[in-house]
C-alpha cells in the first residue's frame, strides 16, 4: 500500500489548515505526503466556493494516496469587535478614562463603538477588557444601560474593529452564530469529518452544535476561554474530540496558566477516551523562515510528551512560505520523539484507569497482552469508531488498525492517535467470530503491518453491526 511506513511508524497525528498559500492539487498532494493526517478548512476566511475546492482536492489526493484524510471545518463563532475610528486608529494612553457605548459614530481618543449589548450587560465594575488579542487592557469604573466607562491599564494603538475578549465573564452569547450555522450546514453538506467548535463557554454550547450535525460528523471543541476550563470535564465529555486553542486562550488566560491549562485538557481528554489536538504557533516562525526556532520544536515535543493525539499548524501552512517544510519537521520532531525510551516510559506512567464496564476492560486487556507478548498490531473492527479510540485511549506500544465500515468512519480515525484506519465497506460483511479474524489478518499482512508468524490482538463486539458492543477480544497468528 501507499505510504506503509510513514503509517506503521508515526502514532501522534497532524492536523494542517489550508489557505491562499496551500489551495492547489501539487500543494495539497505534497503536505499529505509529508505527513498530513486531518486537513483544516478555517470557515473564517475564504468563501463556500474557496472551501468547496479544496474538499475536492482533498478527496482527490485521497484517492490517490489511498489512505483516508480526514476534514475539519472550523468555524469563526461569536467574535466581538469594536467599530470604527475617524481616524482609523487612536493611541490609549494608560490611566486615561475611555468609554464604549452602542453609539454607531466613528470614535475619537475617548470612545468607540461597542456594537455587543451583551458584553454592556454583562461586565461589571472591576471587570477586565481585552482588546487586539491582549495587547490593551481595559478595567470598567462605571457601568450604564448603554456604555461602560473604562480605565486604560495596559495602552497602546488601538485600530478599526479589533476584537475584544471579556476573560472574567460568562457572556450570554451562543457559541454558534448565524455565519456558523450556515457555514456548518454548508459544511456538513460537502461531507466533512469534523466540526471545530469555537469560543465554547458552556455545556450546553456542545449539546447545540451536536443537535445540528445529527451524527453527520464529530464535534472537535475548542478549548479557548477560561469559562470553558470552569467546565471542563462536561465539555470535553460531551464532545467526539477537543483542540487546545492556545491563540485566544492564551489572550484571556494569563501566559503563566497556559501550559498547566494545556497539560489538564490533555489529561481529562485521555482519560475520557477524546482525541486531543494541541494548535497555535508550533512553528509560527516557519511563516517566514525555513526552520524553526528550538523552542518552537521544544513545543512540539512537549505536546508529544504530554500525549495528544495531534498537533497543529495554522498560519504555518495556510499562509506561510514553507508550508511542506513545515509539515516535514513536525513529522520528524514527532518521530524522533516517539522512538525516544523516556516517551513511552512517560505514556505508560500516564495511563489512566480502565473504564468499569466490558468495553473497558477489553481496551485494557489489549493493551497489557501487547506489553507481555511480541504483537505486530491490534486490530479493532469499529462500528463508529468507538472501538478504536477505546484502544487508542490506552496507548499500546503497536499499530491500531481501525477497521471500519466505510469511508466515513475511516476518517474520522484520522485524527485518532496510533490509529491507521481502513475501510472494509460492505462487500465482505462479517457475520462470526472466524470470519473476523480472517478478515484482520488478511488486512494486516496485505497492507505490510504484519508477515506471516506475528500475532495480532484483534477486538471486536458480537453481535455484529451493534455499536457500542465491544465485548470479544481474540489473539491469533497471521499465515
Given at each position: 500500500?501507499?505510504?506503509?511506513p ?6 501522534t ?21 509529508a ?20 474538499h ?35 493611541q ?12 454607531p ?8 463603538c ?90 450546553e ?15 472537535m ?66 511563516v ?86 511480541d504483537?505486530?498490531?491490534v ?21 491500531i488498525?481501525g ?45 505490510g ?13 458480537l ?12 489473539i491469533?497468528?497471521?499465515?
Amino acid at each position: 500500500m501507499p505510504d506503509t511506513p510513514y503509517r506503521a511508524m508515526r502514532r501522534t497525528k497532524i492536523v494542517s489548515t489550508l489557505g491562499p498559500a496551500t489551495s492547489d492539487h501539487a500543494t495539497i498532494r505534497a503536505l499529505a505526503v509529508a505527513g498530513v493526517d486531518v486537513f483544516r478548512l478555517n470557515f473564517s476566511h475564504g468563501t463556500h466556493g474557496d472551501h468547496a475546492a479544496r474538499h475536492g482536492v482533498i478527496r482527490d489526493v485521497e484517492a490517490e494516496l489511498g489512505r483516508p484524510l480526514g476534514i475539519l471545518a472550523d468555524v469563526q463563532g461569536p467574535k466581538l469587535r469594536v467599530g470604527t475610528f475617524a481616524n482609523g486608529r487612536v493611541q490609549l494612553t494608560p490611566g486615561a478614562r475611555f468609554r464604549l457605548d452602542l453609539d454607531p459614530a466613528p470614535g475619537n481618543e475617548t470612545r468607540v463603538c461597542l456594537p455587543h449589548r451583551e458584553i454592556l450587560a454583562a461586565a461589571e465594575e472591576g471587570s477586565t477588557l481585552l482588546l487586539d488579542d491582549g495587547r490593551l487592557a481595559l478595567k470598567v469604573c462605571e457601568r450604564g444601560p448603554d456604555f461602560l466607562l473604562t480605565e486604560v491599564t495596559l495602552g497602546g494603538v488601538l485600530s478599526d474593529h479589533k476584537g475584544v475578549n471579556v476573560p472574567d465573564v460568562v457572556l450570554p452569547i451562543p457559541a454558534l452564530t448565524d455565519k456558523d450555522r450556515a457555514d456548518m450546514a454548508f459544511a456538513l453538506d460537502l461531507g466533512i469529518e469534523y466540526v471545530g467548535l469555537s469560543f465554547v463557554q458552556r455545556p450546553e454550547d456542545v449539546r447545540e452544535a451536536r443537535r445540528l450535525a445529527d451524527g453527520r460528523a464529530w464535534i472537535m471543541t475548542k478549548l479557548e476561554k477560561p469559562q470553558a476550563m470552569d467546565n471542563l470535564e462536561e465539555i470535553v465529555a460531551l464532545s467526539d474530540a477537543v483542540m487546545v486553542a492556545r491563540g485566544d486562550l492564551g489572550v484571556e488566560l494569563p501566559p503563566e496558566l497556559v501550559p498547566l491549562a494545556q497539560k489538564r485538557i490533555i489529561r481529562v481528554a485521555r482519560r475520557l477516551g477524546r482525541p486531543v489536538v494541541v494548535a497555535t504557533q508550533m512553528l509560527e516562525s516557519m511563516v517566514h523562515a525555513p526552520t524553526p526556532t528550538r523552542a518552537e520544536a521544544s513545543d512540539v515535543a512537549t505536546a508529544v510528551f504530554d500525549g495528544a493525539d495531534a498537533v497543529m499548524l495554522s498560519a504555518e501552512t495556510a499562509v506561510g512560505a514553507y508550508p511542506r517544510e513545515a509539515v516535514a519537521i513536525m513529522d520528524r520532531i514527532v518521530r524522533r520523539v516517539e522512538e525516544d525510551e523516556v516517551w513511552r516510559r512517560q505514556l505508560d506512567a500516564s495511563s489512566p484507569e480502565a473504564d468499569h464496564n466490558v468495553a473497558g476492560a477489553i481496551a485494557a486487556a489489549a493493551r497489557q497482552i501487547v506489553a507481555t507478548v511480541d504483537v505486530a498490531a491490534v486490530a479493532a473492527f469499529t462500528l463508529s469508531g468507538r472501538t478504536a479510540l477505546r484502544i487508542a485511549r490506552e496507548r499500546p506500544a503497536c499499530t491500531i488498525i481501525g477497521l471500519a465500515p466505510s469511508d466515513d468512519v475511516a476518517r474520522r480515525l484520522a485524527v485518532a492517535w496510533g490509529v491507521q484506519a481502513v475501510s472494509v465497506g460492505q462487500e465482505t460483511p462479517v457475520h462470526t467470530i472466524e470470519s473476523v479474524v480472517d478478515q484482520a489478518l488478511s488486512i494486516i499482512k496485505a497492507d505490510g503491518y504484519g508477515s506471516v508468524g506475528d500475532a495480532v490482538v484483534i477486538v471486536a463486539g458480537l453481535p455484529f453491526g451493534v455499536a457500542g458492543s465491544t465485548n470479544t477480544l481474540r489473539i491469533a497468528t497471521i499465515t
